[in-house]
T-cell receptor, first 113, second 110 residues
Framework: NAGVTQTPKFRVLKTGQSMTLLCAQDMNHEYMYWYRQDPGMGLRLIHYSVGEGTTAKGEVPDGYNVSRLKKQNFLLGLESAAPSQTSVYFC????????????FGPGTRLTVT | LAKTTQPISMDSYEGQEVNITCSHNNIATNDYITWYQQFPSQGPRFIIQGYKTKVTNEVASLFIPADRKSSTLSLPRVSLSDTAVYYCLVGDNAGNMLTFGGGTRLMVKP
């Protein structure tokens, strides 16, 4: 049981490049989330999903897109990376409506130059 | 959107009890209060969750007064390994606009 895994762990992009971050969970959770955490700051919700095929915007969605084609996977895309998107990205999952505990992945450290 | 306010940092010594208070003045009726712990270079980890009164588990207690406008995380007899950032999270079970806030940086000294 791996829990929540994220790929890749580190990535360096140049401004304007695109990339996709992959989050996978093996706990059969309905809810999945993408957060970003800037140095010394708290986590901010980018997008989330309440089930396969559904996504919703969080607090800071601009510049990101997401997809949840399979229940176990949640993809975060950056179409045209900007230096302001340099951050650590965390994925999380939870059972759903009556269980609020979120399980977090190890994070992806992204640098945009 | 329920916003939380926590102290930026706290210091303690090994063996002491630590209480971290979170203010959430505009908490909604359906909101639960959840606390997470985060070590450097790791994702947050769930500690405890509650709705009202007192909740206790093997690592912490959570005290919530009747008006639910604040909550206190209590860590009994802290050790050096409890040095971390602690986040108070308030939100409904629909997952709407989850707000972690800045967290409280706890430093436990020998």
């Amino acid at each position: 049981n791996a829990g929540v895994t994220q790929t890749p762990k580190f990535r360096v992009l140049k401004t304007g490049q695109s990339m996709t971050l992959l989050c996978a969970q093996d706990m059969n959770h309905e809810y999945m989330y993408w957060y970003r955490q800037d140095p010394g700051m708290g986590l901010r919700l980018i997008h989330y999903s309440v089930g396969e095929g559904t996504t919703a915007k969080g607090e800071v969605p601009d510049g990101y897109n997401v997809s949840r084609l399979k229940k176990q996977n949640f993809l975060l895309g950056l179409e045209s990376a900007a230096p302001s998107q340099t951050s650590v990205y965390f994925c999380a999952s939870s059972l759903g409506l009556t269980n609020y505990e979120q399980y977090f992945g190890p994070g992806t450290r992204l640098t945009v130059t | 959107l329920a916003k939380t306010t926590q102290p930026i940092s706290m210091d303690s010594y090994e063996g002491q009890e630590v209480n971290i208070t979170c203010s959430h003045n505009n908490i909604a009726t359906n909101d639960y209060i959840t606390w997470y712990q985060q070590f450097p270079s790791q994702g947050p980890r769930f500690i405890i969750q509650g709705y009202k009164t007192k909740v206790t588990n093997e690592v912490a207690s959570l005290f919530i007064p009747a008006d639910r406008k604040s909550s206190t995380l209590s860590l009994p007899r802290v050790s050096l390994s409890d040095t971390a950032v602690y986040y108070c999270l308030v939100g409904d079970n629909a997952g709407n606009m989850l707000t972690f806030g800045g967290g409280t940086r706890l430093m436990v000294k020998p």
